[in-house]
């Protein structure tokens, strides 16, 4: 109903404008909701569009609008404000409604038809595939599997996209970490494991089973291992250099690993792998998060597409070459300097393997591309625009969400997320703990790229300060509420909404008619926290209303219109959870 008032309410104005300045027709109309309600119920600003171009006064230029504007049964009052807005009053009875749309609309009340079915990528989560997802992730789990459920529900034609980071230096330190663990499991000894390896328990996991999977095969002696290794620092040392040093060290140990292992390297890097992307898939769909596509980084070697790409690239004349390596000229574009894509070792670095991942996103006919990314991402945005661009694309298309990592805080204490360490929380620690719907809404509680502290305690206890809890315990009441009066809730539809006659009626309606707008809203600024926002409101605005306004009341044509209020509330919560990936129970 909300979409059919603002299209009516355009309609008046236009047909005012008409009247008023005919040269002037095509202006686009916005009729929006005023941030205070004593100011109507919407309000355009079409005055103040024109009074520049129209060399008048947008007082004068209003009244000159008002008083041409058609009569309509569906506006009560019409007055001029300010600097020239013209603000429009509804008549009850427009306003309840939303009320009927709800119940004869359903699961479909509130969708849009916005996104024109045009095809968009988001790509969210991707993180490397070397451990356990941790609370730290969850954020960007929550956020991208929301977004995609609320792009579909604004009209868009999603496509859920995981890029696995399965060709780097990060899952070669993993399968490394697992060798070095199943060497000692096999043999009581082996190389001294470095600090700066893979530490957590998954890690022995992995060793043994490869242990128990295939004996002695992967073993070698301690002195191969560590043949011209340059060693580690004394452990206490924290400086760069000792740090530089272990990194050195590890990188030897990988070297000696691949020569040593030769083919059965593969095995081992496989194996790794295929054992945490299971865990991670797993994870993300007890998370209620599905993929449509895992997209290998692999692949764009093996399909050659990063060679292509970069050369593309140099006979655009956007690299150079220097000390033997090729160079992208991304401060032509932005970035605080130029990035290699090419080592003198003629390896490609990941900038390559990302550059061409986004090539192959445009050439898969997308219309839209998100990422989503962490924040610490936040300057590499320019310099892979500045590659799209150079590669001849629309650089337009593609929009990256920041996500800031959230801090869990149990009993006040900060939880620790390093991965390499092992000293972290998963994620699916988190769901047992506090439920996958405490996760999903805390998660989004507020706009992705502020920082978050996630209340353990908060999420767990079942009080009104707690968000998800007041938003499904508002969706409970209603279940209660409809059990009690035990009609047929097919009836409901039928029922006479003039009977709504009080204050309170008005204002729950008012925020039911809401919803549509906040799905809109939400949806073109990736912002789902919107939506949470908005349910938190509406339970508070049906909990104050329960307290206060009798439902059940003996008079059946007014039971009958505040029962199908309180139904329009529960659709209404089901639909924003449904977003949200949060679940509606019946009681509580």
Known sequence: ????????????????????????????????????????????????????????????????????????????????????????????????????DILDQVDGFGCSTSGGQRKVLVEFVSANPTGPLHVGHGRGVAYGGSLCKLLAFAGWEVTSEYYVNDAGRQMDILAASTWLRYLELSSG??????????????????????????????????ADILDGTPGLPEPERSDAEAAQQRETQLDALIGNAKRLLGEDWHYVHDFVLTEQLADCRNDLEESGVHFDVWFSEQSLFATGLVARCVDQLEKGGHLYRQDGARWFRSTAFGDEKDRVVQRDNGIYTYFASDIAYHLNKYERGFQRIINVWGAD??????????????????ASLLEVALVQFAVL????????????????????????????????????????????????????????????????????????????????????????????????????????????????????????????????????????????????VDDPGQRLARVALAAAVRQVIRNGMAILGVSCPVSM
């Open 1 to 100: 109903m909300n979409h059919a008032l603002k299209s009516h309410l355009a309609d008046l104005m236009r047909a005012a404008l008409l009247s008023v300045a005919p040269a002037e027709a095509d202006t686009t109309i916005h009729i929006e909701r005023p941030k205070q309600a004593s100011h109507g119920d919407f309000s355009c600003n079409l005055a103040l569009q024109l009074a520049r171009s129209m060399k008048r006064n947008p007082r004068q230029l209003a009244e000159l609008l008002l008083s041409e504007l058609p009569y309509s049964a569906l506006v009560s009052k019409a007055e001029i404000a300010g600097a020239g807005f013209i603000n429009f009053h509804l008549p009850p009875a427009a306003k309840f409604e939303v009320v009927r």
């Open 189 to 222: 000894q082996g190389a001294p494991f470095p600090p700066n390896a893979y530490q957590g328990e998954y890690v022995r996991d992995m060793a043994r089973q490869m242990l128990a999977a295939h004996g002695d095969r992967y073993r070698r002696s301690a």
């Open 377 to 394: 991402h936040h300057g590499y945005i320019a310099r892979v625009k500045g590659a799209v661009s150079a590669l001849g694309l629309d």
């Open 409 to 552: 805080y149990r009993s006040g204490w900060k939880a620790s997320m390093s991965t390499r360490s092992g000293d972290f929380v998963t994620l699916r620690t988190l769901r047992d703990e506090v439920g996958n719907d405490a996760c999903r809404f805390f998660y989004v509680l507020r706009k992705s790229d502020q920082h978050l502290d996630f209340d353990l305690d908060l999420a767990k206890s079942q009080s009104n300060d707690n968000p998800v809890y007041y938003s499904q315990y508002a969706h409970a009441r209603v279940c209660k509420v409809l059990a009690l009066w035990g009609g047929e809730q097919d009836t409901l539809v039928a029922a006479d909404l003039a009977r709504l006659d009080s204050p309170r009626d008005l204002a729950l309606a008012a925020r039911l008619g809401e919803f549509p707008e906040v799905v809109e809203t939400a949806a073109a600024d990736l912002a789902p926290h919107l939506i949470a926002f908005y349910l938190r409101d509406l339970a508070a605005e049906f909990h104050s209303y329960y307290h206060a306004q009798r439902i059940l």
